[in-house]
T-cell receptor, first 115, second 114 residues
Framework: NAGVTQTPKFQVLKTGQSMTLQCAQD?????MSWYRQDPGMGLRLIHY???????DQGEVPNGYNVSRSTTEDFPLRLLSAAPSQTSVYFC??????????????FGPGTRLTVT | GENVEQHPSTLSVQEGDSAVIKCTYS??????FPWYKQELGKRPQLIID?????GEKKDQRIAVTLNKTAKHFSLHITETQPEDSAVYFC?????????????FGAGTQVVVTP
């Protein structure tokens, strides 16, 4: 049971480049989400999904796209990278229908630098 | 939407003393309030959570209290130890209305000095 995995761990992009951050979980969790973490600003929700085929915007969705074609995977796409997207990105998952626990399990994070 | 404010931003305590972190939220529909601990370079991990039908919850040296009327909740750590040094985040969401839209506080850096 690997939990929540993210790839890559580190990435450097040039302004204007696009890329996809990968996130996968093997716990059969319905809920998955993407956060960015910047110093002094906590964790800010980018996009989330409550099940395959269902996604919604969080607090800071601009410049990012997501899709959820399977329960296991929730990739985050940067369409045209900007220096303001330099951050640490965390993926998380949890049960959404298990009334005993709403605990979110976080992946190890991806450190992205945009030059 | 929900807005969560967390105070203080940094907290220094002597080993053995207590630490208290406070969060306020704005959306009265929020009914689930988790606390996460993040050690340097690591991922956030849940340490305790509380639902709106409970006023207090304890787990060994940590406890969380909730005041729904005032819309604030607090994390209490007693008998602090050096391994309690970390950044702590509070969060709020509604499990019924727009489930999954978590709002996190900005975090509190806790430093426990021996």
């Amino acid at each position: 049971n690997a939990g929540v995995t993210q790839t890559p761990k580190f990435q450097v992009l040039k302004t204007g480049q696009s890329m996809t951050l990968q996130c996968a979980q093997d716990m059969n969790h319905e809920y998955m989400s993407w956060y960015r973490q910047d110093p002094g600003m906590g964790l800010r929700l980018i996009h989330y999904s409550v099940g395959a085929g269902i996604t919604d915007q969080g607090e800071v969705p601009n410049g990012y796209n997501v899709s959820r074609s399977t329960t296991e995977d929730f990739p985050l796409r940067l369409l045209s990278a900007a220096p303001s997207q330099t951050s640490v990105y965390f993926c998380a998952s949890s049960y959404s229908s298990d009334l005993s626990s709403y605990e979110q399990y976080f992946g190890p994070g991806t450190r992205l630098t945009v030059t | 939407g929900e807005n969560v404010e967390q105070h203080p931003s940094t907290l220094s305590v002597q080993e053995g003393d207590s630490a208290v972190i406070k969060c306020t939220y704005s959306d009265s529909a929020s009914n689930y309030f988790p606390w996460y601990k993040q050690e340097l370079g690591k991922r956030p991990q849940l340490i305790i959570d509380i639902r709106s039908n409970v006023g207090e919850k304890k787990d060994q040296r940590i406890a969380v209290t909730l005041n729904k009327t005032a819309k604030h909740f607090s994390l209490h750590i007693t008998e602090t130890q050096p391994e309690d040094s970390a950044v702590y985040f509070c969060a709020a969401t509604s499990t019924t209305d727009s489930w999954g839209k978590f709002q996190f506080g900005a975090g509190t850096q806790v430093v426990v000095t021996p």
